[in-house]
């Protein structure tokens, strides 16, 4: 089994900034994308931002200039910089990846889920 464990979400005022941070552990062999989803009340789970194995990354347009993704492949932890936080940012956070597990002899692809993180900015 893989395990995301999140940290560092809060509560910031406008123009404030965190940081999310998602470590993964068990029985990974490879981690190929990293990502960060939320998800706001009454909304869809949306894509934030994605990193490839390869540092690649991806933004939802209203986050660019704004959050910076990054990771530690050594550690599989996966970083989201928030910075300039508005209102609108307020959600569930939840961290993704998107890999392959080693265990028994064999290989098997899979993509795992954090538990979430609650990031509440404050007008």
């Known amino acids: 089994q893989v395990q995301l464990v999140e940290s560092g979400g809060g509560l910031v005022q406008t123009g404030g900034s965190l940081r999310l941070s998602c470590a993964a552990s068990?029985?990974?062999?490879?981690?190929?994308?990293m990502g960060w989803y939320r998800q706001a009340p009454g909304k869809q789970r949306e894509l934030v931002a994605s990193?490839?194995?390869?540092?690649?990354?991806n933004y939802v347009d209203s986050v660019k200039g704004r959050f910076t993704i990054s990771r530690d492949n050594d550690k599989n932890t996966v970083y989201l910089q928030m910075n300039s936080l508005k209102p609108e940012d307020t959600a569930v956070y939840y961290c993704?990846?998107?890999?392959?597990?080693?265990?028994?002899?064999?290989?098997?692809?899979?993509?795992?889920w954090g538990q979430g993180t609650q990031v509440t900015v404050s007008s």
């Open positions: 993704n990846a998107d890999g392959q597990e080693y265990y028994s002899g064999s290989y098997y692809p899979g993509n795992y």
């Open positions: 068990g029985s990974i062999f490879s981690i190929n994308v």
């Open positions: 990193i490839t194995s390869g540092g690649r990354t």
